[in-house]
């Protein structure tokens, strides 16, 4: 039997060495998921003692996250605004600065209430975190979330249902808007790969070898997405309708340009919480 204290200086020591960074925290965050315990409280608890086959499980684990494997998948959850979603290897696994998308989306309706029937079409759906967080705030609106990758929509699929959004939030699969059903939609949001290919090499290892490239590469500079939603935004926007995009570091004014170019109006840029501009609001004209 060994105890919580000494596993986390043995965890911490391997996670040091592989360039971890908060090294202590992630040991016992890992130690924590395993015990099924408050990370806090094995903090108060040092002496806490340790089964053998736990301590193996938490070995297994340490060693996958020496690896650089991020820890979301080997907790296989991660918190998105307030909900938990699963995420499973060849899934992005949501930020928190995606979590400003809904924040904007929500803002016009501070005060008027939430009871607003909207139509929402999520494109580059990933786990559906951010059609799901719309969904949960908004409880008569309907949602359609679209990936090319089947994986993501069985990740995004099983979140609605276990969320209890299942029969408000669909998904399809669809290359951007090649099957998405020909209607309007009061809201579109995404968050679609942006990173410039040259960039990929020098991303952290958590992202680089163990995330699905898919979710990341914008292509040659990094734009390419943004020029395939806007191909036809403006005509599936209902009138007064908004989209609302994530963008990469640089990117917001090209991203604005776009979608002018395309027929909407009013873009907004806003900032996340490092004063970095990552969010570009458009609108389609009143009717
Ligand atoms: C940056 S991830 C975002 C995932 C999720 N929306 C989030 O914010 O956590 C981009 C997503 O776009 C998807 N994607 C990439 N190319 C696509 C395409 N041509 N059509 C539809 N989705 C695509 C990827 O599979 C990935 O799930």
């Keep these: 039997m060994t105890t919580a204290f000494a596993l986390i200086a043995e965890g ?30 094995l903090l ?8 053998e086959q736990d301590a193996a499980r938490f070995r297994e ?12 998948y080997l907790a296989g959850r991660r918190g998105f605004w307030s909900l938990d979603f699963d995420v499973a290897p060849g899934v992005l696994i949501p930020r928190p600065e995606t979590e400003l998308i809904v924040e904007t989306a929500l803002k016009p309706l501070a005060g008027a ?11 580059g759906t990933g786990t559906g975190a951010i059609l799901i967080a719309l969904l949960s705030e ?9 990936d090319v990758s089947l994986e993501a929509l069985e990740v995004a699929r099983a979140n609605a249902a276990r969320l209890g959004l ?27 790969p942006y990173i410039p290919t040259r960039d990929i090499a020098g991303l952290d290892p958590e992202v680089r070898d163990f995330e699905p490239h898919l979710a990341l590469d914008g292509g040659p500079d ?36 776009i979608f002018l170019r395309s027929g909407l109006e009013k873009t907004a840029i806003l900032p996340d919480l490092a004063g970095i501009p990552r969010i570009v609001a458009a609108s389609s004209p009143d009717p």
């Excluded at 391997?14 to 998921?33: D, F, K, M, N, S």
């Excluded at 409880?139 to 979330?145: E, H, I, L, V």
């Design 222 to 257: 990094g734009l390419g997405a943004y020029h395939a939603i806007s191909s036809v935004v403006a005509a599936r926007l209902a009138p007064g309708g908004r989209i609302i995009v994530e963008v990469g570091q640089g990117q917001a004014d090209d991203v604005a340009a």
């Design 61 to 72: 684990f340490l060693a996958r996250r020496a690896q650089r494997e991020p820890f979301a």
């Design 166 to 192: 299942g029969d408000r939030a669909r998904f399809g699969r669809s290359s951007w808007w090649s099957h998405v059903p020909p209607q309007t939609f009061d809201l579109i949001v995404s968050n679609p």
């Design 113 to 123: 209430g939430r009871n607003v029937p909207w139509s929402i079409l999520d494109l």
């Design 44 to 51: 108060l608890e040092p002496g806490r003692p340790v089964a």
């Design 138 to 146: 908004l409880p008569f609106a309907q949602g359609f979330g679209v």
């Design 12 to 41: 911490a020591a391997a996670l040091a060495a592989a360039g971890v960074e908060e090294p202590r925290r992630e040991a016992r965050l890992l130690l924590a998921h395993v015990l099924r315990a408050d990370a806090g409280a």
